[in-house]
């Protein structure tokens, strides 16, 4: 990992506040964004010294690397308020350790993390105001980096900017959600980029996903690219499978996103002495414990979605809807992760982090 001593963050505040413009009970998810956003370049083989300056533009050249080869990685983590008004970040060394994993995939330089968590207080102590309090909100934030030295020769870039956004958020999901079964596309291979969060992974998404929308799904419950047999993750969330009471969720591996709730739905469900099996599940097994009744529910897992319920599922154009059981682990994991992130229960695993 890079070390580098000193950040030395630079803030040029913004003159005025554009909290008063915002509409926060009618947001759509990651629109707007808050009045600063921090920014740091790589040159000369090291990061400069980072600044957090007022949410605009930049200018970058239209010969920039990242716009010609994708290299470009992202995070997706939240901070939340409680009652109190105090302000909290859910397991952000997470973030941080995946960010710099996706960099390496990308052979993209690792920031040093002093630069990450100096920015990233800094910046949520001068926008602490765009945390909103209330059940479902948060403020999302997003760190990133792109390629940005000028040239079309296909080699990594010797020029970055690692920048954080920060946009207030409610549900990424309002409503349950209806899935298909990937049969043709493919989100990931092995050797591939599906563990990063590299940008390029999720556009490539974009297009199995619309054909998906236009038949009425929101989204694709992807399966491995070699035999499409066995269930992988749904691209804005990792998958839960409950069959009798027992919680089955894909292995991690160069094709799956090592999701920081999915270990969380994990951690609790084995404080909790709920049966856990990371396991890979075919697609015919699935189908089995449907028509004999054992498959209870299905859910997604994730920083945005949080957790998110699939009300029903296609495969070979077959719909198959599930009823949500009474005892739904679902809305168990969803109140015991929410309570733990908005400060209302005990966090025994040490997870909140006060800003
Ligand atoms: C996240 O949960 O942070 C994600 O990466 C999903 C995002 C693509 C909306």
Redesign the pocket.
């Known amino acids: 990992m890079t070390t580098q001593e000193n950040s030395n963050v630079i803030v040029n505040q913004a003159e005025k506040s554009r909290l008063n413009e915002v509409d926060f009970d009618n947001l759509t998810f990651g629109n707007i964004f808050s009045d600063h956003m921090f920014e740091c370049d790589y040159k000369d083989g090291k990061w400069q010294t980072p600044t957090i300056k007022p949410y605009g533009p930049l200018l970058i050249s239209p010969g920039a690397k990242v716009f010609h080869y994708g290299q470009a990685v992202f995070e997706?983590m939240k901070a939340f308020k409680d009652e109190a008004g105090d302000v909290f970040l859910f397991r952000p060394e997470k973030n941080f350790e995946r960010i710099n994993k996706s960099s390496k995939r990308m052979a993209i330089p690792e920031f040093p993390k002093n630069f990450f968590f100096e920015g990233l207080n800094t910046l949520l102590d001068l926008d602490k105001e765009w945390v909103r309090p209330g059940a479902d909100s948060s403020l999302y934030i997003r760190p990133f980096v792109i390629a940005t030295q000028v040239g079309v020769s296909a080699s990594p870039a010797n020029e970055y900017k690692f920048m954080i956004l920060m946009s207030p958020v409610q549900a990424?999901y309002n409503k349950d959600v209806k899935v298909i079964i990937a049969q043709e596309y493919s989100r990931s291979a092995d050797g591939g980029v599906g563990a990063a969060?590299a940008a390029g992974n999720?556009g490539a998404q974009f297009y199995p996903t619309n054909l998906a929308k236009e038949k009425g799904y929101d989204q694709v419950i992807w399966t491995d690219s070699n035999e499409h047999k066995y269930l992988e993750e749904a691209g804005?969330m990792n998958v839960f499978f409950r069959i009798n009471d027992t919680l089955i969720t894909a292995p991690t591996s160069d094709r799956i996103l090592d999701g920081v709730t999915r270990d969380s739905v994990l951690a609790i469900a084995k404080r909790d002495g709920i049966k856990t099996d990371v396991k890979k599940l075919t697609v015919d097994e699935l189908l089995a414990a449907y028509k004999d009744g054992s498959l209870k529910e299905i859910f997604g897992s994730?920083?945005?979605?949080v957790i998110s319920p699939v009300c029903s599922f296609s495969y070979n154009d077959i719909d198959y809807d599930l009823v949500k059981p009474e005892d739904s682990y679902f809305t168990r994991f969803k109140k015991e992760l929410k309570d733990i992130q908005y400060n209302r229960a005990e966090d025994t695993f040490g997870w909140r982090v006060k800003i």
């Open positions: 997706g990424y969060k999720y804005t994730g920083t945005a979605a």
